[in-house]
């Protein structure tokens, strides 16, 4: 008989563990979700918009994609991979920016992962020392904990809807002179929204004339983590533009942040990748192999060749921006149509990725005194769930919420919409 140990071990005890460990909060989102769970595993049929994910019933990778890694397979590509990826990878992710992007960058500039949050972490780990300055705007994902993580002292850019929740330069500027690491991310996750050109330059000029001073003070360069794993989904006008592209220069100072888990709806394939200076990026490289977040051999043999289907890659994202647009269109024009009719709700319209932001302007009004409460009333009488922007390191009860579209069909959202209605008008008529 096996030893039961489960009542011998302490389930929470802070004296187990380190500082960092007993400081780093836990995810909001995944905390929502498991409330969604527990939720459907009661039979109650919920509109599920919390998860930055996709469904494989609704976005199902690409078919050469699937087909290439069970052939990868097969072929006993199973061992290690090399530290910084497979060379046909990298070599097709350059081809890929070069043709995509108009960036040419040399094979020591670009290192491949376990999907992009490694990336992350490597930029984080590679550059900062305990201490170090990072600027990150809020809402944004992740940037609080990572910064936790690596004991660095986080300058926090609180961002207004009327600017697209993007930052301006205007609001950066007093704070490049101290910090690191800049990191912004476009399309924007969690508002699905993207930065302009005109802005994107602007904050790249400043970046480049603070590094110019550095130089010549003998100081370390300000870094730009760029985080564009939404690129290839924006929608309407709004083109998706990179730093190198609007100021050169930025080349020496220009992390990108990539991958395929949103282009290619393959966020469980786990295949992402760096692309910057060879002199950061090589040392990233290192920091990445002692943790052993490589991607696995057989999924970077399938997507290299992916990216190199260009006809097949190309039908793949046209047909995928078609379906996160129809859904994104759908429940902004139902939120447009609520708020003509008067209800306190406003939508901003799609740029980018698989979100959208909306507002529910309703603290204060029926007893809910913080976003929450709203979040708890929709789930409770529409059975629609979001994810308010406190998840995304804003503090203020604003009312604004993510919505994600990637795991939800239309017939959910036409279902949906009119609920939220009519759980908005009766919310009112409680007052």
């Not at 960036?103 to 290192?111: A, D, N, S």
């Not at 009312?399 to 990637?406: E, I, K, Q, T």
């Amino acid at each position: 008989m096996a030893l039961d140990l489960t009542p011998l071990l302490p389930k929470r005890d802070d004296t187990y563990v380190g500082t960092m460990a007993r400081g780093l909060v836990g995810s909001e989102i995944l905390r929502i979700a498991a409330e969604i769970r527990e939720l459907a595993a009661q039979g109650r049929k919920v509109c599920n918009l919390t998860v930055g994910d996709f469904s494989p019933r609704e976005f199902p990778i690409p078919a050469t994609l699937n087909q290439g890694i069970a052939a990868a397979l097969q072929a006993g590509e199973t061992n290690y991979p090399p530290s910084d990826g497979v060379l046909d990878l990298r070599q097709s992710v350059q081809r890929f920016y070069e043709r995509a992007l108009g960036l040419k960058y040399p094979l020591e500039g670009i290192v491949i992962a376990g999907g992009a949050r490694p990336i992350i972490y490597g930029t984080y780990r590679t550059l900062l020392d305990e201490g170090d300055t990072v600027i990150y705007p809020v809402p944004s994902w992740n940037n609080n904990h990572y910064s936790h993580m690596m004991g660095a002292k986080g300058t926090v850019v609180v961002t207004e809807a009327d600017h697209g929740f993007m930052p301006t330069v205007e609001q950066l500027t007093p704070h490049l002179s101290s910090a690191r690491l800049l990191c912004l991310c476009s399309p924007l996750n969690p508002t699905g929204t993207m930065i302009s050109p005109e802005a994107l330059k602007a904050i790249c000029e400043r970046i480049v004339a603070e590094n110019r001073g550095r130089k010549e003070r003998g100081q370390r360069p300000l870094i730009l983590m760029y985080d564009q794993i939404y690129w290839t989904l924006n929608f309407g006008r709004v083109k998706h533009v990179t730093p190198v592209e609007l100021v050169p220069e930025m080349a020496h100072y220009t992390v990108f942040v990539d991958g395929i888990s949103k282009s290619f709806a393959a966020t469980g394939v786990r295949v992402g990748w760096g692309i910057g200076p060879p002199a950061i990026i090589s040392r990233m490289r290192d920091v990445i192999g002692h943790v052993g977040a490589w991607a696995p051999k057989a999924e970077q043999i399938a997507v290299g060749r992916s990216l190199d289907d260009l006809q097949g890659t190309a039908a793949f994202m046209e047909t995928m921006k078609h379906r996160v647009d129809e859904r994104l269109e759908a429940l902004y024009q139902g939120f447009a149509k609520m708020r003509e009719a008067g209800l306190p709700v406003r939508a901003i319209a799609p740029q980018g990725a698989i979100y959208l932001s909306v507002q529910f302007d309703l603290v204060g009004k029926a007893g809910l005194k913080s976003n929450d409460d709203i979040r708890k009333l929709l789930l409770e009488k529409a059975s629609f769930a979001v994810v308010p922007f406190q998840a995304f390191g804003l503090k203020d009860d604003t009312g604004w919420f993510r919505l994600s579209v990637g795991a939800v069909s239309m017939a959910e959202i036409r279902e949906a919409l009119p609920r939220v209605e009519t759980t908005l008008r009766a919310t009112l008529a409680g007052a």
